[in-house]
């Protein structure tokens, strides 16, 4: 994040819907010069919130503050902002300088003025020589970028970006997703950047918020969504989690010890935050976190046993799924081919009995 930490400031948005509530009292903060991420499934009010910052949505109850200035009463086209709509539409029977210079039209700059401008902008999103060709000779790619080039040439403090890959293959999405990111690096602008594509959301921002049902259920950077998640929910949905319910069984200074019923007793590093012993208790741990071995892990160690009942083999890792008595779902385990010479040696078979374990501080204590 640079400069300004609270350059936009959301404070109790809401947008209903009839009975729909499509934004649920969000706040949100957001830096200036800040790529961040709005994460979440289809329907938890993504494209409600960017239409409520670009002004085509009025909110319900709340006020969005860009720049400090609230912007209730503020037209679309007063605002800082500019917007990449979902499905992204050019205009099919306007060429690609007069695609982009339609974003000025509201200027009444000069012929000459637009054209230096426009020249500017397929610079900058790579298409120099395109000016003249129309939308049906450009490639998907292309488009998204003359879209992009449309957004931008009014020089937006803030571009709110919906989907804007959703419609490319997957070597194209990835390839814009650097220039997206280095396009925003070097123009310094604040995007706000719609996905519901975990690893797109991980790849470009700074920040992501995580939304669910028109609530954020939590906003972090990329890494500590990953390795801190707060609840069940943001950890199932960005990567995989393994959870095991137990209850506290002993609280230290620096962990908490989990009683997990079958499943054994674990020190899981952290503070109990609030709980008491006999509290039920939510733990995480993510499938690297783990190890296998056959040979019983030393007394102490977090630990448990079950059966071995499936695999992939990755090449560079491998996953296995362990059965563990108590537990409804299969454990799921990532590691670098701890056990692929026995598979593959015929020493080990589905059923046989696996350990597995992982340090105090490769688990997470997780809100219900
Ligand atoms: N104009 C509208 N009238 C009625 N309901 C609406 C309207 N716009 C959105 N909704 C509802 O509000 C909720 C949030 O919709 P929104 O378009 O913000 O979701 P989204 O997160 O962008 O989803 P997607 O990933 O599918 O684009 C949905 O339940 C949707 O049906
Ligand atoms: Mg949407």
Request: aromatic share 6%.
């Amino acid at each position: 994040m640079s400069g300004n930490d609270s350059f936009i400031s959301i404070e109790a948005l809401s947008k209903n819907f009839g009975s729909i509530k499509a934004v649920d009292r969000i706040d949100m903060t957001i830096g200036g010069g800040e790529f961040f991420s709005l994460l979440g499934p289809s329907g938890c009010g993504k494209t409600t919130l960017l239409r409520m910052l670009a002004g085509f949505e009025t909110p319900t109850a709340g006020e969005i503050y860009i720049d400090n200035a609230p912007m209730s009463e503020v037209a679309p086209h007063h605002r800082p902002t500019n917007m990449v709509f979902q499905n992204y539409a050019i205009f099919p029977h306007l060429n690609v300088r007069r695609n982009i210079a339609y974003g000025l039209r509201a200027l009444k700059l000069s012929r000459a003025e637009i054209d230096l401008r426009v020249e500017e902008m397929l610079e900058i999103v790579k298409l120099p020589g395109f000016s003249e060709r129309l939308s049906n000779e450009l490639s998907g790619g292309q488009r998204q970028r003359v879209a992009l080039a449309r957004a931008l040439i009014r020089r937006p403090k803030v571009l709110l970006l919906d989907e804007p890959l959703g419609a490319l293959d997957k070597k194209l999405r990835e390839e814009m997703q650097l220039e997206l990111r280095s396009l925003q690096q070097s123009l310094s602008i604040t995007f706000i950047f719609v996905t519901h594509d975990q690893e797109e959301a991980m790849t470009l921002s700074d920040r992501v918020a995580v939304m669910s049902a028109g609530k954020v259920l939590q906003t972090d950077t990329p890494e500590q969504l990953y390795e801190a998640p707060r609840s069940r929910e943001v950890g199932a949905f960005i990567g995989t989690m393994n959870f095991l319910r137990g209850r506290v069984a002993a609280l230290e200074p620096e962990a908490v010890m989990v009683e997990a019923g079958a499943a054994g007793t674990f020190r899981v590093a952290g503070a109990g935050q609030g709980r008491a012993v006999g509290d039920p208790i939510l733990i995480g741990i993510r499938p690297e976190k783990l190890s296998v071995s056959v040979e019983r892990p030393a007394e102490g160690a977090n630990a448990i046993q079950g059966r071995f009942s499936a695999m992939s083999y990755l090449g560079d890792r491998s996953h296995y799924f362990v059965e563990v008595d108590g537990l409804d779902q299969r454990i799921s385990v990532a590691s670098q081919n701890d056990l692929q010479h026995l598979v593959a040696a015929g020493q080990l078979d589905y059923g046989a009995k696996i350990w597995l374990t992982w340090a105090p501080a490769g688990a997470v204590i997780l809100a219900d």
